[in-house]
């Protein structure tokens, strides 16, 4: 569902460009919106959430995609957690669907994927084993890497129980904004994916945007 | 030892570690059944079954024969070998207490013995519990003889019950600790709780053989098998 945001640039309390094949970890309280804008178009944003309070609760697919009964994630999603509560509110999307079945890259699927010698390229979950290495105040580790979202991208599923990996959506500019329903941490690998013509072959940098609570709570 | 036949009480849940080359074989006796699965390898446990690696690798939203079960290394603890039913779920997750008890109403051990109202949630931290795993260490699971649909618009279905007798059957590629439990797909809209029991049987797998239906399923099937060798080099 497309949804545009009312809120300003220039109103944003923190902004941040997320070039492909780098990570951003940060903390986003209660209350605060932000947006991950697809700066050039078609470029996958795989991302996961935390519970702040307690890592060990985190994003769950299985857990978000079984209480809305549907396999995309719009505006009106609420993304739940493994402990079924709601973490997060998708609040505006210009996108219109994202991805939480296809998971995230990793140099160890990308041999079986693509290529067995393709292993030592970039890929996602490389970038989070970084994150959780360099930033161990988190106190994130492997067990908490798990099944995720990939904001703009487009894997729809056929009536046979196919699942295809179709070109993008999303373009320069379309964007996708959540609220945060309790204070989470953002972990976001912007997908440095070499391989797949979704992109075109080419990843680009994202931005990461974010807004208080209109009234400061 | 031959083989090993057991039955999953309705509600039950089970583990055991599973040698390489071992065949496994899941029967849904009554029919309607559903068996909820995970897997981690028993010497790194941080290497766990991968939904998503295991969909995307093989282009596919369903678990039928054919298909390998990738961890999150880019190996497969176990492939399927053989299946009567045709379309198996691995995206939808377990039902929890709150579920349950909305569904079908709350009913306690104290009071009802095994005929208790037992959810796939709890079932699973039972036996991950065993291994010095929690809550945080629950992946995506395959729940075996559901099979849940999309519609264009993505909505999920749980439709056409599995038939009595319907089976699936693995072939352990690694070795692999198994988990699994026999308690209601969480998209159940069954009247009463779904008490169905789940058929277990242990064998010796047949070898690996260059016509095998997984290792020829697809490019990515060969290459996963690649890397299994590999992790068994010289064993
Ligand atoms: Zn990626």
Redesign the pocket.
Known sequence: MIKESQRHVDDAVFKQVVDAGDYYLGKVNAGQTFRILDLEGNQ?A?TLFFSAANPAERYSATDTIREQGNVYLTAGSVLRSNENHPMLEIVADTCGRHDTLGG??ASESNTVRYDLEKRCMH??RDSWMLAIAERPEFGLSKRDITHNINFFMNVPITEEGGLTFADGISGAGKYVELTALMDVLVLI?N???LNNPCNAYNPTPIEFLVWDAPNGV | MQGYNTEISPGGHWSLELRRGTQLTLTDIAGGGNCGMLFYNPRNLLERYNAPDTLKCQHTFKLTAGHCLYSDMGRIFASVTADTFGWHDTVCGNANAQHVASKWGARDYQHHRNDWHQNGYDAFLVELAKYGLGAADMAANINWFSKVATDAEGNLCLTSPSPAGSSVTLRVEMDTLVLLHACPHPLSDATTYPRKAIGLGLATAAPVGEDDLCLNHCDENRRGFANNALYHLGA
Do not use: E, R, W
Request: hydrophobic share 30%; glycine share 0%.
């Open positions: 996958a795989d995230a890259c890929a996602c690998s997908c440095p994916q």
